[in-house]
């Protein structure tokens, strides 16, 4: 993935027409590469797929241990 998940809640109720639309072409962009992996073969399922997403979860939290409070 070439860019992670936003951080940022949507409130669909204040957001800007203008914030909508950069924050629906940022979500078309990570859909796109995402439909480009998968056409070309990369992919991840069952317990190579699980062994990626716990080093996922323990490099961000590792990331969360750094920062000050």
Known sequence: M???ASNHLVDLE???P?????RLE???ARLDEAYDDIANGRVLSGD?????LE???????A???????
């Open 2 to 4: 070439g860019q992670p």
């Open 14 to 16: 204040t957001e800007t």
């Open 18 to 22: 203008a914030a909508r639309q950069a």
């Open 26 to 28: 940022w979500e078309r």
């Open 48 to 52: 190579d797929a699980l062994r990626w």
């Open 55 to 61: 080093n996922e979860l323990a490099e961000a939290e």
């Open 63 to 69: 990331a969360l241990a750094r920062e000050p409070e």
